[in-house]
């Protein structure tokens, strides 16, 4: 297999300047490209942005099967799950989230799969969304080959820890993880069963992104509504959720591919559109395995950061980077408001992250059609 080869990770995976390039034109005006490996010939091809020119093509050749996958980058990027909400005898809001535990076979970059272990079919999980406050039931079906849990990073009772001894559920089992949403912030669950590392790297992540109750926070109420769902103001910001992460196709304890959302270059060949106007807010976690630190860099403009989402006011202010380490996480706020429309690039500083598919771009819009 070519992953027994580290020498030739980069030369057998990753296009030369020509392939790379007519697999980014191909994409972005809207056709499905299958180039092989560096088979697709530059004459056929649009000549790629300047932008990415300029940077170099070294991206992934090829589309990901994302129907097989049964997840799409593109899409996850905006979706936020909700659960069923009812309303408990003494009027508080119940939130029920249904999260089962799938091993599944995913494509992670062109041609390359990878033997995931799931939460709901994808990876990274399911993005729950919930109001500080309200009751929440996570009911776990545990359908894997392995033990699972869910930990979440909240305030909750041991019991309710997702840990071995208190929530860690057979192959077969069901589970219901119950507890009130605080605090207030953007934050995360993964698995917590022995080995940690596997089995956090194998997929088994995604964001618990709790919005404040602007009732609870009457001096920041306005700031507080605009990062509740389903409000007017709320309404006018364009939010996505991120998660970085890698993986280890060959089990060495190292990773061969990163990405944010899972596949390797994703928002490279089908760039994350923004319109020009209307705020940015970014919920982004960082769960690497084997790398002690991810970051996130903006091009071309600065952002606004939110130690993990815990407060209504900056932690950060007027910065173009923000390290994680694993499991940290926070919220980035910008706009490009006063820049002219155009692709936008965004990564970790750490270069090799970026070449082994860690690399994205905003594309910056006037208006949506
Ligand atoms: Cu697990």
């Known amino acids: 297999m070519w992953f027994r080869e580290k020498i030739s990770r980069r030369g057998l995976l990753w296009g030369g300047l020509a392939a790379g390039g007519s697999a980014i034109a191909g994409t972005a005006a809207g056709q499905s490209v299958h180039s092989g490996h560096g088979a697709a010939s530059a004459a056929d091809a649009?000549?790629?942005?300047?932008?990415?020119?300029?940077?170099?093509?070294?991206?992934?050749v090829g589309d990901v099967d994302n129907e097989r996958n049964g997840f799409d980058p593109s899409r996850i990027v905006t979706d936020w799950e909700t659960g069923s909400v009812s309303t408990l005898p003494d009027g508080r809001i119940l939130r029920t989230f249904e999260i089962e535990a799938v091993d599944k076979e995913i494509e992670i970059a062109p041609g390359i799969m990878f033997p995931a272990?799931?939460?709901?079919?994808?990876?990274?999980?399911?993005?729950?969304?919930?109001?500080?406050?309200?009751?929440?039931?996570?009911?776990?079906?545990?359908?894997?080959?392995?033990p699972h849990s869910m930990h979440f990073h909240g305030i909750h009772a041991a019991r309710m820890d997702g840990v071995p001894g208190?929530?860690?559920?057979?192959?077969?089992e069901e589970f219901v993880y119950e507890f009130d949403a605080?605090?207030?912030?953007?934050?995360?669950?993964?698995?917590?069963?022995?080995?940690?590392?596997?089995?956090?790297?194998?997929?088994?992540?995604?964001?618990?992104?709790?919005?404040?109750?602007?009732?609870?926070?009457?001096?920041?109420?306005?700031?507080?509504?605009?990062?509740?769902?389903?409000t007017p103001e709320n309404a006018e910001w364009q939010e996505f959720a991120m998660v970085m992460n890698g993986f280890d196709t060959?089990?060495?304890?190292?990773?061969?591919?990163?990405?944010?959302n899972t596949v390797a270059h994703a928002y490279m060949k089908r760039p994350i559109r923004i319109v020009r106007n209307r705020p940015?807010?970014?919920?982004?976690?960082?769960?690497?395995?084997?790398?002690?630190?991810?970051?996130?860099?903006?091009?071309?403009?600065?952002?606004?950061?939110?130690?993990?989402?815990?407060?209504?006011?900056?932690?950060?202010?007027?910065?173009?980077?923000?390290?994680?380490?694993?499991?940290?996480?926070g919220i980035l706020e910008f706009t490009y408001k006063d820049h002219e429309t155009g692709l936008y690039m965004f990564h970790p500083h750490q270069s090799e992250f970026t070449e082994l598919g860690w690399t994205g771009m905003f594309d910056v819009v006037e208006a949506v059609a």
């Not at 994808?122 to 993005?127: C, E, L, N």
């Not at 208190?166 to 077969?172: K, T, V, Y």
């Not at 060959?250 to 944010?260: K, L, Q, S, T």
Request: aromatic share 10%; net charge neutral.
């Open 280 to 329: 940015v807010r970014i919920y982004l976690a960082n769960v690497v395995e084997f790398d002690p630190i991810n970051s996130f860099h903006l091009h071309a403009n600065f952002f606004d950061y939110f130690e993990q989402g815990t407060t209504l006011t900056p932690t950060l202010r007027t910065v173009d980077l923000i390290t994680q380490v694993q499991a940290q996480r």
């Open 166 to 172: 208190a929530g860690l559920i057979d192959p077969g």
């Open 46 to 60: 649009a000549p790629p942005p300047a932008h990415l020119a300029a940077h170099g093509s070294m991206i992934t």
């Open 117 to 146: 272990w799931t939460y709901n079919g994808r990876v990274p999980g399911p993005a729950l969304r919930a109001t500080e406050g309200e009751h929440l039931r996570m009911v776990f079906r545990n359908s894997g080959s392995h």
């Open 182 to 230: 605080r605090p207030f912030g953007c934050h995360l669950y993964h698995c917590h069963a022995l080995p940690l590392k596997r089995h956090i790297h194998k997929g088994m992540y995604g964001l618990f992104v709790i919005d404040p109750d602007p009732a609870r926070h009457p001096e920041l109420a306005n700031v507080a509504r605009s990062r509740l769902l389903g």
């Open 250 to 260: 060959n089990f060495d304890n190292g990773n061969e591919v990163y990405a944010v």
